[in-house]
Antibody
């Protein structure tokens, strides 16, 4: 049973970089059947797609975040990473790691999410 | 980023039927169809449907979907207390090359 688990600092200072990791267990992040991504949800608000990528090649980012975000895959560690630069209070949210099926179900599997607050 | 439009809230009685709507445009809902997700408070979302009407295994048949042009709908019949949740629609926007979400509908079962 494939599982996703996010980890990272719960507090980041304004203007710094938010860095999160999603550990994938019970399956390979290098599978050609899946693609991976991040979605966030500010407290009490709706969902916002951050970006998605295959383990190699194509990467897609939310146009509103594209200049600040990088999503990468480490196949040796079987994990997905998120880097969001120059954060502000508006980046405070629960960040979810998600898996989708190529040519199939989007966001069919979610991690439990991790709350990241941006504050000095 | 252009998002999808959902009513903020819907309230229905126990055992009744609720229909939630999601309006996009010809680049997203009208082109690729919609996905629907359910989120209970304090939990991650769960995928209910994708490509308008494909139901992942384990999703109750009390949930159904339809689409007319750029508006997708999610119908829940025989409402139960556990159906009380936030419901989100999403679609791939071919002009943005991005996934877009609706703002979510809070369904209250009275």
């Amino acid at each position: 049973q494939l599982q996703l688990q996010e980890s990272g600092p719960g507090l980041v200072k304004p203007s710094e970089t938010l860095s999160l990791t999603c550990n994938v267990s019970g399956g390979s992040i290098s599978s050609s059947n899946y693609y991976w991504g991040w979605i966030r949800q500010p407290p009490g608000k709706g969902l916002e797609w951050i970006g998605s990528r295959y383990y190699v090649g194509s990467v897609y980012y939310n146009p509103s975040l594209k200049s600040r975000v990088t999503i990468s895959v480490d196949t040796s560690k079987n994990h997905l990473s998120l880097s969001l630069r120059s954060v502000t209070a508006g980046d405070t949210a629960v960040y979810y790691c998600v898996k989708s099926i190529v040519a199939g179900a989007p966001f069919d599997q979610w991690g439990q999410g991790t709350l990241v607050a941006v504050s000095s | 980023q252009a998002g999808l439009t959902q009513p903020p809230s819907v309230s229905k009685g126990l055992g009744q039927t609720a229909t939630l709507t999601c309006t996009g445009n010809s680049n997203n809902v009208g082109n690729q169809g919609a996905a629907w997700l359910q989120q209970h408070r304090g939990h991650p979302p769960k995928l209910l449907f994708y490509r308008d009407n494909i139901r992942p295994s384990g999703i109750s048949e009390t949930f159904s979907t339809s689409r007319s042009g750029n508006t997708a709908s999610l119908t829940i019949t025989g409402l139960q207390p556990e159906d009380e949740a936030d419901y989100y629609c999403s679609a791939w926007d071919s002009s943005l090359s991005a996934w877009v979400f609706g703002g979510g509908t809070k369904l209250t079962v009275l």
